[in-house]
């Protein structure tokens, strides 16, 4: 099974979030329309999906999104424009 890791965002360099899943299109599904809305996401109306990698198992998955989380917040922006300088949401791509 694919693992993914994804940052989501509100807007084009607003607030940011990081995530890993296995199914990343119900994820991101979810995240769009508040499936769960007591979090971070949902609160902050982080919706749009700007940012994914993919791994082959769950442990790889994981371990990048701890580190990614530790980055400052300049290191994601970077990450994301390498791949997506218009910050497009990339859902509808998957």
């Given at each position: 099974?694919?693992?993914?890791?994804?940052?989501?965002?509100?807007?084009?360099?607003?607030?940011?979030?990081?995530?890993?899943?296995?199914?990343?299109?119900?994820?991101?599904?979810?995240?769009?329309?508040?499936?769960?809305?007591?979090?971070?996401?949902?609160r902050y109306n982080l919706d749009k999906l700007v940012y994914f990698e993919n791994f082959?198992?769950e442990e790889n998955a994981i371990l990048r999104e701890k580190r990614m989380k530790k980055?400052?917040?300049?290191?994601?922006?970077?990450?994301?424009?390498?791949?997506?300088?218009?910050?497009?949401?990339?859902?509808?791509?998957?």
């Amino acid at each position: 099974m694919i693992w993914s890791i994804y940052i989501i965002t509100n807007k084009p360099k607003g607030a940011l979030y990081i995530g890993s899943t296995k199914r990343l299109k119900k994820r991101i599904y979810q995240h769009k329309n508040k499936v769960h809305p007591s979090t971070f996401s949902a609160r902050y109306n982080l919706d749009k999906l700007v940012y994914f990698e993919n791994f082959d198992n769950e442990e790889n998955a994981i371990l990048r999104e701890k580190r990614m989380k530790k980055w400052n917040r300049a290191w994601k922006i970077e990450l994301i424009e390498k791949v997506n300088l218009d910050w497009k949401d990339l859902y509808n791509d998957l």
